[in-house]
Each structure stands twice: as structure tokens, then as C-alpha cells.
């Protein structure tokens, strides 16, 4: 284990924050209160939280429709993103995206997208940005095992590997695309596969072990930064919700999710990683717990007072000028 | 005759024309759902908003087929399989999503016919939802049939109700042409009184909605209902609006419109679609074309702004035309002619 007490108690924390956001959403949106799509993160928390870690400012992410735990990870404003979400002028997009566009460039996190598969796109311009303009940085998509089988992925991928870009190409395979499993939609079985086509490395991890996704990206961001080109990174859990709110999931058996949440979850995994390791004591992590209950907790209350957008923003931010 | 909604409809008319000729199929994601999942059943969903729910378990899945999310490859293989003897019904979800798989329809579908010197046919429907008021942000709201309005060799339909939506949808899969299918969002669950049996409305024949001799009022899908609304009001105030319903884009009944116009001499086009090169452009340009000597006022266009579809609420409502702004450009129309 080559990670800091500080690195992993920053990392349990983007966990438990993620965690503890969408489980939040999962309550709040069944009182009707939130507008719109709501696709939650619940159960993929060690991905975006291995990846990200290796990440700072100057790196981008691009994200899917399932975005919040992207976010999170790349930093980006707990009470902004709630307030995004609930459509208020204080949202990170002042209220004009919502919980499928949330994005903060400051934050080097390019926005979740509605669009499956277009971020792998973007992701090879933010890595072909980097390298011209020498700024050191990298560029990762996530993409589902759904949107691993848009034309634009494969695209995308063989690009940055002909220009030998700073891009990681890291697919959250959670088993299902809607309401169809990846079994039945990925020929080959796995995505990792893929990567050997297109001519760079890839790994494929458990995505509920934090430690095993923080290490493949960890060789993934040392060629990038190398400029030795991408990687691909082929994460395997499941989420604990449906594809979106509102979804009777009746395409899953009933066992599964209590199963994955009593044996898998990566937050209990990483307590007893880090338990048997006596690197960090029960106590500091109940601690952070604590803290993201409450800081979440905040930015529900304050979304749900924030005054929405007025009438004027309708017409702003169509072009930088006309 | 029974009442259905717009969503009851369109499922209805899929599993008439899949009964009636085995050469029909209907293809997309999760149109049947569930394959390879933990639960193993046969359909889970029947379609992302249950349009297609029951085809799988009548017709199996030679018939009825769930995609990978592969628009490209999905909707290019439908212009394939339709040239070579299917009659395929794709279904892309959100017309937003035919980004995607633009060529696929703008390069090989619409033109095949015509540079095969008329020897392909491409007897295939694309069923998509579309608009506005759904909360779903700016990639989940387009209408973008105009694109598709735009370009010869396709077919657009735009039902506003769901006796029209059955009878379009039937004509749609038994036409030998290339059909785009438009359905919005905000009035699947809308219901109406539709005929249990098999019928067509046919492609190119506008619905005079409602009979009138002061405006003639062309409203599009949804806005159907918006002139409705207005009408109502506005015959209170004792102004007499015609509201017509083209149902279907390309071909658009322009006879149909010129005769309103020449009758009423007054024009408002009413278009939840971007206000650029929309319909209501299309069809104010139609009239002062072809109707100049009969207009008694400037043609009125009721469009949304020139901006994405918002997401907050207020932002949403404030973007969609309503029966309120179609009102007021009615009332403008009217105002002209006596005052000048
Ligand atoms: C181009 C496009 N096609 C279809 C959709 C509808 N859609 C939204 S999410 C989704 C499933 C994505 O599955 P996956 O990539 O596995 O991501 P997950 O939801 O599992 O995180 C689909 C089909 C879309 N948003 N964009
Ligand atoms: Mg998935």
C-alpha cells in the first residue's frame, strides 16, 4: 500500500460524500420535490474515487448521465450540485442543466452527460489540450458497459491512441444499460478486451476495491503523464439503485441488491482494508460519516430555499457573443 | 370504440400492422428489456416509456429486438433490412439521440431512393419522443423535426392526439417511404376516443381542428392543443380563430393551409421548435407566397426563443409556447386590420 493515512482518509470521504448524496437524492426525489432525470451513483463509489485521487484541477474528467459521483471526486461543490439538481439559480449551471449537465470547469469536470458514449469525444480534446499546451494534465472519460458500444467510444479510442494522447478511458461496467445487462449487450464479454484493438494497455479491476481501482489508474496516469498515450480501465460492480429513479427494476433478481450490499460495498470493503491494515481507527471514519450526513444534509436545505433562476437567465449564456 | 391514450395507441397500432403483415419488426433499446439480467423474464420494461409493452411476448424476439445503445448501427441497419424486404419500426428513444446516428438518416435513408434512380424502396418508420416540459434539460427536449422536415426523402409525422397517432402510425408502417414518427412526451398519457380496429389517416392531410372565420391559427404536435386552448378563450372575446393541424410536416397539406388563409385572410403559425427555419417559418413563407393578396395582417409566429431548452421549471414553462402567448399574436392579427 503505498497511499498516505491522509490520502485514504480524503478517499473514504469522497465515498462517504457520494454515498451519502444519493442516498439523500433517493429519499428527497421520491417526495417529488426534484425535477427531471435522476440517475444515482450508489454502489460505484470506490471507482470515482480511486480515479479521481490521482487527479487534481488540472486534469479534466468527462462524465455520463450518472454523474454525481464524478463530481464529488473531481472536487466539484456539494451545495452547488444540489442546488443544480433542484434547479435553483445557485446550481453550479445556475439552474440551466440540472443532474444530467452538472459541470465545473474550474474543477477540471467537463459535465455529466445525456448523450451515452459522447464523452469519450470531449475527452480527447481536453488530451489533445493538455499535450499542446504542455500543461502536465490528463484527460479521463467514464463511460457505462452500455455506452462502451457507441460507435463514438470506439472513435474516440482509436484516436487518442494514433495521437498518443494523455487520455484514460475508464469504463464503469455495472452490469446493466437500462434494463439490458451487460452480458447480453457486450460481445467479447469484457470491455478490457478492447483496449488490445486499440493498441494501449487495459486493465480490468473490481470496482468495489478501491485499493485495485486506485492502482490501475495509478499505472494509467504515470504513461499518460509520461506521454506514453491511454489506457483503458474496465471497473466491474453494481449500482444499488435502478437506472433512474422511478425504475421498478424488475429485470434484476430482488436477492441481488441486498447481496451486493451486504457482501460487496466498497465502503465496507475499504473499512476492513483499512481496519486489518491498522492504518485508521473505526473512529475517524465514523467520523466522516458524521461530517458528509450534516454537510449533505446543508445543501438539501439550502437548495430547497434557494430562490430559482429569474426570468432573464432564459435568454443568457446562448453565446459568448452575437 | 373505446377511449386510449396517446401512448395506448401507438402500442396498439404496432401490434395491428405486426398481426397483419410478418414482415414488420420493431427494433431498439429495451423495446423488450431484460435480456440477460438477474431476473430473467422475458420483457421488463416493453420500451423505455412502455410504447412497445407486449409485442415481445406476442411476437418473440425474431420480431421484436432489444440493441445494444448503438443508434449508428441500429437505425442503419433498419435503411438496410427495409431495402432488402422487412418493414422495419425503430424506435430511438429521444429524437435528441438521432444526433447519433444523423448520417445513418440524413445521408443513407433519405437519399438512397433518389440515387438508385428510384430502384431502392425503404418501407422503415423512426419513432422518437420529443419536446418540451418534462424537466429533462437541454439534450432530452428538442423537437428537431424541421431537421428532418428539411430533407427530401423523408416522411415526418407529428400526431397531436391519439386517434391520430393509431391512424398515422398504421399509414406510417404500411407507406413505402422512409417515415420519422414524433411523439411528445408530455401527452402519452393523454387520452382520447380511438377505434378499436385498424385505420389509416392518411400522410400529407391536415385536420381542421376547429372551424373559423377570423384567424387561421396552424399549430404543430402539442401546440395543437395550446390553439385549442386559445381559440376557446379568443371566441369569447368573439374573434372566430380556424385551427388547423397539419399531422404530418413532410408532406405538409399546403392546400389545406392557403385555402384557411384565403378565407380568413389572417395567419398565426405556432411551433414548439426552435424559431429559426422552423415550421411556422416554413408555413409563414408558404402564405406570403401564395396567399400575399388575401393577408389583412402580417403573419404571426408563436415560437419558443432562440435558446436550449432549460431545465429549472420557471425557465421551462417561461420557454414553451402556451395558449396565453398564442392569444395575444391572435389578438395582434385582429388588432392590425381594424386599426390601420
Ligand atoms: C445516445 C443515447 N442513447 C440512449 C440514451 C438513453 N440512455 C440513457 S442512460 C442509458 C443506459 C446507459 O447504460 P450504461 O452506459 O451502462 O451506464 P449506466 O446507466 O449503467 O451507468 C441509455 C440507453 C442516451 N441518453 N443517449
Ligand atoms: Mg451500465
Same mark, same amino acid.
Given at each position: 500500500?503505498?497511499?498516505?493515512?491522509?490520502? $485514504?482518509?480524503?478517499?473514504?470521504?469522497?465515498?462517504?460524500?457520494?454515498?451519502?448524496?444519493?442516498?439523500?437524492?433517493?429519499?428527497?426525489?421520491?417526495?417529488?420535490?426534484?425535477?427531471?432525470?435522476?440517475?444515482?451513483?450508489?454502489?460505484?463509489?470506490?471507482?470515482?474515487?480511486?480515479?479521481?485521487?490521482? $487527479?487534481?484541477?488540472?486534469?479534466?474528467?468527462?462524465?455520463?448521465?450518472?454523474?454525481?459521483?464524478?463530481?464529488?471526486?473531481?472536487?466539484?461543490?456539494?451545495?452547488?450540485?444540489?442546488?443544480?439538481?433542484?434547479?435553483?439559480?445557485?446550481?453550479?449551471?445556475?439552474?440551466?442543466?440540472?443532474?444530467?449537465?452538472?459541470?465545473?470547469?474550474?474543477?477540471?469536470?467537463?459535465?455529466?452527460?445525456?448523450?451515452?458514449?459522447?464523452?469519450?469525444?470531449?475527452?480527447?480534446?481536453?488530451?489533445?489540450?493538455?499535450?499542446?499546451?504542455?500543461?502536465?494534465?490528463?484527460?479521463?472519460?467514464?463511460?457505462?458497459?452500455?455506452?462502451?458500444?457507441?460507435?463514438?467510444?470506439?472513435?474516440?479510442?482509436?484516436?487518442?491512441?494514433?495521437?498518443?494522447?494523455?487520455?484514460?478511458?475508464?469504463?464503469?461496467?455495472?452490469?446493466?444499460?437500462?434494463?439490458?445487462?451487460?452480458?447480453?449487450?457486450?460481445?467479447?464479454?469484457?470491455?478490457?478486451?478492447?483496449?488490445?484493438?486499440?493498441?494501449?494497455?487495459?486493465?480490468?479491476?473490481?470496482?468495489?476495491?478501491?485499493?485495485?481501482?486506485?492502482?490501475?489508474?495509478?499505472?494509467?496516469?504515470?504513461?499518460?503523464?509520461?506521454?506514453?498515450?491511454?489506457?483503458?480501465?474496465?471497473?466491474?460492480?453494481?449500482?444499488?439503485?435502478?437506472?433512474?429513479?422511478?425504475?421498478?427494476?424488475?429485470?434484476?433478481?430482488?436477492?441481488?441488491?441486498?447481496?451486493?450490499?451486504?457482501?460487496?460495498?466498497?465502503?465496507?470493503?475499504?473499512?476492513?482494508?483499512?481496519?486489518?491494515?491498522?492504518?485508521?481507527?473505526?473512529?475517524?471514519?465514523?467520523?466522516?460519516?458524521?461530517?458528509?450526513?450534516?454537510?449533505?444534509?446543508?445543501?438539501?436545505?439550502?437548495?430547497?430555499?434557494?430562490?430559482?433562476?429569474?426570468?432573464?437567465?432564459?435568454?443568457?449564456?446562448?453565446?459568448?457573443?452575437? | 370504440?373505446?377511449?386510449?391514450?396517446?401512448?395506448?395507441?401507438?402500442?396498439?397500432?404496432?401490434?395491428?400492422?405486426?398481426?397483419?403483415?410478418?414482415?414488420?419488426?420493431?427494433?431498439?433499446?429495451?423495446?423488450?428489456?431484460?435480456?440477460?439480467?438477474?431476473?430473467?423474464?422475458?420483457?421488463?420494461?416493453?420500451?423505455?416509456?412502455?410504447?412497445?409493452?407486449?409485442?415481445?411476448?406476442?411476437?418473440?424476439?425474431?420480431?421484436?429486438?432489444?440493441?445494444?445503445?448503438?443508434?449508428?448501427?441500429?437505425?442503419?441497419?433498419?435503411?438496410?433490412?427495409?431495402?432488402?424486404?422487412?418493414?422495419?419500426?425503430?424506435?430511438?428513444?429521444?429524437?435528441?439521440?438521432?444526433?447519433?446516428?444523423?448520417?445513418?438518416?440524413?445521408?443513407?435513408?433519405?437519399?438512397?431512393?433518389?440515387?438508385?434512380?428510384?430502384?431502392?424502396?425503404?418501407?422503415?418508420?423512426?419513432?422518437?419522443?420529443?419536446?418540451?416540459?418534462?424537466?429533462?434539460?437541454?439534450?432530452?427536449?428538442?423537437?428537431?423535426?424541421?431537421?428532418?422536415?428539411?430533407?427530401?426523402?423523408?416522411?415526418?409525422?407529428?400526431?397531436?392526439?391519439?386517434?391520430?397517432?393509431?391512424?398515422?402510425?398504421?399509414?406510417?408502417?404500411?407507406?413505402?417511404?422512409?417515415?420519422?414518427?414524433?411523439?411528445?412526451?408530455?401527452?402519452?398519457?393523454?387520452?382520447?376516443?380511438?377505434?378499436?380496429?385498424?385505420?389509416?389517416?392518411?400522410?400529407?392531410?391536415?385536420?381542421?381542428?376547429?372551424?373559423?372565420?377570423?384567424?387561421?391559427?396552424?399549430?404543430?404536435?402539442?401546440?395543437?392543443?395550446?390553439?385549442?386552448?386559445?381559440?376557446?378563450?379568443?371566441?369569447?372575446?368573439?374573434?372566430?380563430?380556424?385551427?388547423?393541424?397539419?399531422?404530418?410536416?413532410?408532406?405538409?397539406?399546403?392546400?389545406?393551409?392557403?385555402?384557411?388563409?384565403?378565407?380568413?385572410?389572417?395567419?398565426?403559425?405556432?411551433?414548439?421548435?426552435?424559431?429559426?427555419?422552423?415550421?411556422?417559418?416554413?408555413?409563414?413563407?408558404?402564405?406570403?407566397?401564395?396567399?400575399?393578396?388575401?393577408?389583412?395582417?402580417?403573419?404571426?409566429?408563436?415560437?419558443?426563443?432562440?435558446?436550449?431548452?432549460?431545465?429549472?421549471?420557471?425557465?421551462?414553462?417561461?420557454?414553451?409556447?402556451?395558449?396565453?402567448?398564442?392569444?395575444?399574436?391572435?389578438?395582434?392579427?385582429?388588432?392590425?386590420?381594424?386599426?390601420?
Amino acid at each position: 500500500m503505498q497511499q498516505s493515512r491522509d490520502q $485514504l482518509l480524503k478517499a473514504y470521504r469522497v465515498m462517504s460524500r457520494i454515498r451519502e448524496f444519493d442516498e439523500r437524492l433517493h429519499v428527497e426525489f421520491a417526495t417529488g420535490e426534484i425535477p427531471g432525470f435522476v440517475h444515482l451513483y450508489a454502489g460505484e463509489e470506490a471507482v470515482a474515487a480511486g480515479i479521481c485521487a490521482h $487527479l487534481s484541477d488540472r486534469d479534466y474528467i468527462a462524465s455520463t448521465h450518472r454523474g454525481h459521483g464524478h463530481c464529488i471526486a473531481k472536487d466539484c461543490d456539494v451545495t452547488g450540485m444540489m442546488a443544480e439538481i433542484y434547479g435553483k439559480a445557485a446550481g453550479l449551471c445556475g439552474g440551466k442543466g440540472g443532474s444530467m449537465h452538472i459541470a465545473d470547469l474550474d474543477k477540471g469536470m467537463m459535465g455529466a452527460n445525456g448523450i451515452v458514449g459522447a464523452g469519450t469525444a470531449l475527452v480527447c480534446g481536453a488530451a489533445l489540450s493538455a499535450k499542446t499546451l504542455g500543461t502536465g494534465g490528463v484527460a479521463v472519460a467514464f463511460t457505462g458497459d452500455g455506452g462502451s458500444n457507441q460507435g463514438t467510444v470506439f472513435e474516440a479510442m482509436n484516436l487518442a491512441s494514433v495521437w498518443s494522447l494523455p487520455a484514460i478511458f475508464v469504463f464503469e461496467n455495472n452490469g446493466y444499460g437500462e434494463a439490458t445487462a451487460s452480458e447480453w449487450a457486450l460481445a467479447g464479454g469484457d470491455i478490457v478486451r478492447r483496449a488490445q484493438a486499440f493498441a494501449m494497455p487495459g486493465h480490468q479491476v473490481d470496482g468495489n476495491d478501491y485499493f485495485a481501482v486506485w492502482d490501475a489508474m495509478r499505472q494509467a496516469t504515470e504513461r499518460a503523464r509520461a506521454g506514453q498515450g491511454p489506457s483503458l480501465i474496465e471497473c466491474k460492480m453494481k449500482r444499488y439503485y435502478g437506472h433512474f429513479e422511478g425504475d421498478t427494476q424488475n429485470y434484476r433478481a430482488k436477492e441481488e441488491i441486498e447481496t451486493l450490499r451486504a457482501e460487496k460495498d466498497c465502503m465496507k470493503r475499504f473499512r476492513a482494508q483499512v481496519g486489518e491494515a491498522g492504518l485508521i481507527d473505526v473512529a475517524a471514519l465514523d467520523a466522516i460519516d458524521a461530517e458528509a450526513k450534516a454537510e449533505i444534509d446543508a445543501a438539501v436545505k439550502a437548495a430547497k430555499a434557494a430562490p430559482t433562476p429569474p426570468a432573464s437567465a432564459l435568454m443568457t449564456d446562448v453565446y459568448a457573443s452575437y | 370504440m373505446a377511449s386510449k391514450s396517446f401512448r395506448a395507441a401507438i402500442n396498439e397500432a404496432l401490434k395491428l400492422e405486426m398481426r397483419r403483415d410478418n414482415r414488420v419488426i420493431v427494433l431498439g433499446e429495451d423495446v423488450a428489456g431484460g435480456r440477460g439480467g438477474s431476473a430473467n423474464v422475458e420483457e421488463a420494461w416493453g420500451g423505455p416509456f412502455g410504447m412497445t409493452r407486449g409485442l415481445y411476448k406476442e411476437f418473440g424476439a425474431t420480431r421484436v429486438l432489444d440493441t445494444p445503445i448503438t443508434e449508428s448501427a441500429f437505425v442503419g441497419a433498419t435503411a438496410g433490412a427495409a431495402m432488402t424486404g422487412l418493414r422495419p419500426v425503430a424506435e430511438v428513444m429521444f429524437v435528441d439521440f438521432t444526433g447519433v446516428c444523423f448520417d445513418q438518416i440524413m445521408n443513407q435513408i433519405a437519399k438512397i431512393r433518389y440515387m438508385f434512380g428510384g430502384k431502392a424502396k425503404l418501407p422503415l418508420v423512426i419513432r422518437m419522443l420529443y419536446g418540451a416540459g418534462y424537466r429533462a434539460g437541454a439534450q432530452h427536449s428538442q423537437c428537431l423535426y424541421p431537421i428532418y422536415t428539411h430533407l427530401p426523402g423523408l416522411k415526418v409525422a407529428v400526431p397531436s392526439n391519439p386517434h391520430d397517432a393509431k391512424g398515422l402510425l398504421i399509414s406510417a408502417i404500411r407507406d413505402d417511404d422512409p417515415v420519422l414518427f414524433f411523439e411528445h412526451k408530455a401527452i402519452l398519457g393523454m387520452k382520447g376516443e380511438v377505434p378499436d380496429e385498424a385505420y389509416e389517416v392518411p400522410l400529407g392531410k391536415a385536420n381542421i381542428v376547429r372551424a373559423g372565420k377570423d384567424v387561421t391559427v396552424v399549430a404543430i404536435g402539442r401546440m395543437v392543443h395550446m390553439a385549442e386552448k386559445a381559440a376557446a378563450a379568443l371566441a369569447k372575446e368573439g374573434i372566430d380563430c380556424e385551427v388547423i393541424d397539419p399531422r404530418t410536416t413532410s408532406p405538409l397539406d399546403t392546400a389545406a393551409i392557403l385555402a384557411s388563409v384565403r378565407k380568413t385572410g389572417r395567419l398565426v403559425a405556432v411551433d414548439e421548435a426552435y424559431p429559426r427555419c422552423n415550421m411556422a417559418t416554413d408555413i409563414a413563407a408558404l402564405a406570403a407566397q401564395e396567399a400575399f393578396g388575401s393577408l389583412r395582417a402580417p403573419v404571426r409566429m408563436v415560437s419558443p426563443p432562440h435558446v436550449p431548452v432549460p431545465f429549472a421549471a420557471p425557465l421551462e414553462d417561461l420557454y414553451i409556447p402556451n395558449a396565453d402567448k398564442v392569444a395575444e399574436a391572435v389578438r395582434a392579427t385582429v388588432k392590425h386590420t381594424s386599426s390601420s
